[in-house]
């Protein structure tokens, strides 16, 4: 089984709020490698934020690493 990893960009500021995904362009052969990957790629897109912004908006990264099914 195949996965891919899926990030969301999310604010803490009250209600937890997530408003916008973006799939990362890559299969992994496991979830051990998606997960893990998940974190270098949270880290390396919230980097790209101005750090104000993301202090005052609360920002955060949740990511998921969901399986993709493969043809038989």
Same mark, same amino acid.
């Given at each position: ?14 209600? #937890? *709020?997530?408003?916008? @995904? &973006?799939?990362?362009?890559?299969? /992994? ?21 101005? #750090? *104000?912004?993301?202090? @005052? &908006?609360?920002?955060?990264?949740? /990511? ?9």
């Amino acid at each position: 089984m195949k996965y891919i990893l899926i990030l969301y960009l999310c604010s803490f500021t009250t209600e #937890p *709020q997530c408003f916008q @995904e &973006q799939i990362v362009n890559q299969n /992994f052969e496991n979830y051990y490698d998606c997960i893990t990957q998940g974190y270098v790629h949270s880290h390396n897109y919230l980097k790209m934020y101005d #750090p *104000q912004d993301v202090i @005052e &908006q609360k920002l955060a990264i949740k /990511f998921t690493c969901k399986e993709m099914s493969t043809p038989t």
